[in-house]
Every structure is written in structure tokens, then in C-alpha cells.
């Protein structure tokens, strides 16, 4: 079963405009949420996170909202740029599993910024 | 750079072939994790290092797989008796652990099974 869904394979965004990505979970136990961009032919690279205990986090053009009840993320990216064309993957983390990240990732949405 | 390196980038084999996977972690980094990715997929938990010792593996992770961390730096994963379902980027993390660990990817490693 999938975890972590993230339900838009893909997103167009004009360039300067806000680029939201939303995702959602099953899993109650989750505790920390991770949002990880990922060029082609690179690994992901780690770019924002939220811990439970808020539902705000913001960094520089990034910001991830977190809804507890509703079991749902959402990264807002403002103002979008043509270089955060990518795609961006959800991951989260379960306070039961011991000291270790065993990251649930998303599959993915492809973002693109057009000019 | 001093980020996580993989070698090799990529790996054609043939099926019921060995392929053996190396990762150079961030230094003074103490953990290390093994992700596979396929197609349209995000990346899945296979394994993970606390320094030398292998602390947590996956169910994902099959008798065919073993993975090694000698002296708590670089690590290998080794896949004997390939199948066509090994096919897929094998990611390699490093951390330094804490309640709010990032962890940090090599490129991967793209293994095709034919």
C-alpha cells in the first residue's frame, strides 16, 4: 500500500508564479515529513522538512504547510523559477522505527517553470 | 565535492551475473543507507549502517543481497545471481543521525539485468 501519495504526476507553472505541490498519508505514526528535489541522472537532494509538532516551516522561497487532521503537506514554492524544474518527492518518517530514517518516499511530481 | 560518490554510475549485466556496487560516503559522516528506486517510483529503504555494523535491513532486501561496511567508511552492496527485477537505480545516503536527520545521496548506481 502506498504511504505517501503524491496524486499529480506532473505541474506547470509560469515563471514568477507560486508552484504548490501537495501530498498526502496513511500512516498515523509519521512524525517527520521531508521534501526532496531530484535533477535527472542526480540523487535527490534534501530541501525542506517539518516535524509533527508544526504546521509551518519556511526557507528562503520555500515553505511546507503541514495539516495534521487531514493527514496532508503541501510545499509552496514562491516565486517559481525556471532552475526549480524537477521532480519533487515527498518522504516521511515513523516514530517507531527506531533511530533510523527509513525515509517512505512518494512517487513524485514533476514540476516544470516555464518562461 | 566532498558528497556522497557512487561507483559505477552504470551496470549492463547479464542475468544470474554478480554485480557488486561501491559508496564513498560524506566523511565525517556515521551512517549510511542503502535505497533502490524503479521506474515512476520513489525511492524504497533497503538497508542501513550505524558506522561498521548493519543495523536495520528491509524484507525488500533478498538472500541474494548482501551489503558491507568495512571500518565504518565506504560500503558495497554485491547482488549475486542477478534477475531482470534487480533492474534499478540503487541509491546510497549519508547522515549524521539526530532527531531531524537529512540524509545526503550519491547519484546512484543505474543497474540494467538483461
Known amino acids: 500500500d502506498q504511504q505517501v501519495k503524491q496524486n499529480s504526476p506532473s505541474l506547470s507553472v509560469q515563471e514568477g508564479r507560486i508552484s504548490i505541490l501537495n501530498c498526502d498519508y496513511t500512516n498515523s505514526m509519521f512524525d517527520y515529513f521531508l521534501w526532496y528535489k531530484k535533477y535527472p541522472a542526480e540523487g535527490p537532494t534534501f530541501l525542506i522538512s517539518?516535524?509533527?509538532?508544526?504546521d509551518k516551516n519556511e526557507d528562503g522561497r520555500f515553505t511546507v504547510f503541514l495539516n495534521k487532521s487531514a493527514k496532508h503537506l503541501s510545499l509552496h514554492i514562491v516565486p517559481s523559477q525556471p532552475g526549480d524544474s524537477a521532480v519533487y518527492f515527498c518522504?516521511?518518517?515513523?516514530?517507531?522505527?527506531?533511530?533510523?530514517?527509513?525515509?517512505?518516499f512518494g512517487t513524485g511530481t514533476r514540476l516544470q517553470v516555464m518562461l | 565535492d566532498t558528497g556522497v560518490s557512487q561507483d559505477p554510475r552504470h551496470k549492463i549485466t547479464k542475468r544470474g551475473q554478480n554485480v557488486t556496487f561501491r559508496c564513498d560516503p560524506i566523511s565525517e559522516h556515521n551512517r549510511l543507507y542503502w535505497y533502490r528506486q524503479t521506474l515512476g517510483q520513489g525511492p524504497e529503504f533497503l538497508t542501513y549502517?550505524?558506522?561498521?555494523?548493519?543495523?536495520?535491513k528491509s524484507r525488500l532486501l533478498s538472500d541474494r543481497f548482501s551489503a558491507e561496511r568495512p571500518k565504518g567508511s565506504f560500503s558495497t552492496l554485491e547482488i549475486q545471481r542477478t534477475e531482470q527485477g534487480d533492474s534499478a537505480m540503487y541509491l546510497c545516503?549519508?547522515?549524521?543521525?539526530?532527531?531531524?536527520?537529512?540524509?545526503?545521496f550519491g547519484s546512484g548506481t543505474q543497474l540494467s539485468v538483461l
Open positions: 545516503a549519508s547522515s549524521l543521525g539526530g532527531a531531524r536527520e537529512k540524509l545526503f
Open positions: 518522504a516521511a518518517r515513523a516514530k517507531n522505527t527506531g533511530t533510523a530514517s527509513k525515509l517512505t
Open positions: 517539518i516535524s509533527s509538532i508544526k
Open positions: 549502517f550505524q558506522n561498521e555494523a548493519q543495523l536495520e
